[in-house]
Each structure stands twice: as C-alpha cells, then as structure tokens.
C-alpha cells in the first residue's frame, strides 16, 4: 500500500474500530497543529451539534470548494488523479 492511504488509515477510517463504536460518541479529525484542551468549549459544542444532526456529520466551512481542494491535493502531491477522480464520482454520487 503507499504511505499516503496508510496514513489515512487512522485518521479517517478510527470509527470503525469496536473500541471507538463504543467508547467515542463523536470522533474529531484534527490538524497536529490543534490541541483539543485549547478549544474544548468548541469541542463540547460541536460534539452535541453533530449527535443532534441528521447526518451524524459536521465539516467546517473554509471558504473554498471540494473542487478547489481536489486541485490542491494533486498540486501537492497528496495523491494520485485517479483516487482524486474516484472520490470526486463518489461525492457525485450522494443524495
């Protein structure tokens, strides 16, 4: 497998661990450079934001599209066009 979908592994894929489906309520992905202890107050709200929606699912809105996000992945080299255009047909794809 390459390093990039290993790494991912983890970060993206932790809910389906039995552990986490019994213990862990809401799962937060984070960026290294945010320690949770710092905005908990934001972790609380959001926490009960996300068991209160519909979907289960809350993402921040960072001002920029999917699309320019998949631009940026391949500009950067953070993964391959077809893995981009098969997520990018997935996106398409929900209802």
């Keep these: 497998r390459r390093m990039i979908t290993q790494s991912r592994w983890p970060k993206f894929m932790a809910w389906r661990e039995e552990w986490v489906k019994k213990h862990c309520p809401v799962v937060f992905?984070?960026?290294?450079n945010m320690t949770p202890l710092e905005r908990e107050s934001v972790f609380d709200k959001q926490g009960a934001a996300i068991?209160?929606?519909e979907v289960g699912f809350a993402q921040p809105f960072n001002g920029k599209s999917v699309e320019i996000e998949f631009k940026k992945i391949l500009q950067?080299?953070?993964d391959t066009k077809a893995n981009v255009e098969t997520t990018r047909a997935w996106m398409k794809s929900q209802p």
């Design 29 to 32: 992905y984070i960026d290294g």
């Design 51 to 53: 068991l209160k929606s």
């Design 76 to 78: 950067k080299k953070k």
